[in-house]
T-cell receptor, first 115, second 115 residues
Framework: TQLLEQSPQFLSIQEGENLTVYCNSS?????LQWYRQEPGEGPVLLVT?????EVKKLKRLTFQFGDARKDSSLHITAAQPGDTGLYLC???????????????FGQGTILTVHP | NAGVTQTPKFRVLKTGQSMTLLCAQD?????MYWYRQDPGMGLRLIHY???????AKGEVPDGYNVSRLKKQNFLLGLESAAPSQTSVYFC??????????????FGPGTRLTVL
């Protein structure tokens, strides 16, 4: 069974601060996705990373996939109150192959950005 | 397009009662998934389907049954509800995952309480 350990579980910061969320595993994933979830809604995909060492940027959000494809991080620069929400990482063991699209999710990080 | 819809949105059951959660998608996706979300545990896969007429067990299948009689619908059944099944249930769909960047689209969730 593949596990994804996500940390921290809770993060409460002031507007304008930077933050990093980590997602770690002892297993190799062929792809890793980050989702954001608002209260009362389902998760929405932010980004997918596939290549070891890959870095993707989405405005103030930077996503990195570890060289060994066992870990990933999400960094937010100058956080805004609108960034508040639950952030989830999810890994796929054999993307495009026999994993049938099944995802293993981390526990999630609840981010609160205070004005 | 409505995307992925789930009914009902909320439900309260007594221990031992049965119910069926309905998921519908209008994106002609082959793959569909049922997850449960509990505090501090991310999303865990219950059952999934790779096409009409097929189903398979996920990480936490005990106490649940599923059916996919039509491509657009995926039903999750609880034959004899238990308090441990109190959770938020999410359905997701995905086109055939031959490409790693294919994302899962999630429904808005069903909040189930078993007394």
């Amino acid at each position: 069974t593949q596990l994804l350990e996500q940390s921290p579980q809770f993060l409460s910061i002031q507007e304008g601060e930077n933050l990093t969320v980590y997602c770690n595993s002892s297993s190799v994933f062929s792809s890793l996705q980050w989702y954001r979830q608002e209260p009362g809604e389902g998760p929405v995909l932010l980004v997918t990373v596939v290549t070891g060492g890959e870095v993707k940027k989405l405005k103030r959000l930077t996503f990195q996939f570890g060289d060994a494809r066992k870990d990933s991080s999400l960094h937010i620069t100058a956080a805004q109150p609108g960034d508040t929400g639950l952030y989830l990482c999810a890994g796929e063991a054999n993307a495009g192959g026999t994993s049938y699209g099944k995802l293993t999710f981390g526990q999630g990080t609840i981010l609160t950005v205070h004005p | 397009n409505a995307g992925v819809t789930q009914t009902p949105k909320f439900r309260v059951l007594k221990t031992g009662q049965s119910m069926t959660l309905l998921c519908a998608q209008d994106m002609n996706h082959e793959y569909m998934y049922w997850y449960r979300q509990d505090p501090g545990m991310g999303l865990r896969l219950i059952h999934y389907s790779v096409g009409e007429g097929t189903t398979a067990k996920g990480e936490v299948p005990d106490g649940y049954n599923v059916s996919r009689l039509k491509k657009q619908n995926f039903l999750l059944g609880l034959e004899s509800a238990a308090p441990s099944q109190t959770s938020v249930y999410f359905c997701a769909s995905r086109t055939h995952p031959t490409w790693a960047y294919n994302e899962q689209f999630f429904g808005p969730g069903t909040r189930l309480t078993v007394l």
